[in-house]
């Protein structure tokens, strides 16, 4: 995983984007009651305003913290799959009520405290399940290809 500033810069912008898309998509799926066509093209609307707060919030704040909290359950000497997996649930249980919250203020119709509870429940298992079985390992995975270890 990230070893530099720059690289952490990298991964962060790469993960920032892909698992905001997703959600946006999920969303825009949810708001016309199925996935089409028109629900991947609807995000790329969305994506220039989330993507870099979402990216700011996690470099900034939400990473750090995940850190933090991570290993108040984890221990440096163990394996590391089961780190990056504890990461990952203190980011996504950090970054969906905050995005979620984001979201509804910017793009929801009724913006009460109301629609952003609807909005985060709906949003936080599917955050989960999306990062931990597709987005992580997704981006890992580009991630691994862009900087290959030497």
Sequence with gaps: MPKTQFQ???????????????MI???????TGGVSTMCFLAAFHEVPIMVPIA????????????HILAFQVMRPDDRPAFITYAISLCICTMMCPIMSLIATILFKEDKTFGTFVQTWGMNFPMAIFYQMFYCGPFVRWIYRHIFTEK
Excluded: K, P
């Excluded at 990216?55 to 995940?66: K, S, T, Y």
């Design 8 to 22: 952490n810069v990298v991964f962060t912008a790469i993960m920032a984007f892909v698992m905001v898309y997703g």
């Design 25 to 31: 998509v999920y969303n825009i799926s949810l708001n």
């Design 55 to 66: 990216f700011v919030l996690e470099l900034f704040m939400v990473g750090r913290i995940a």
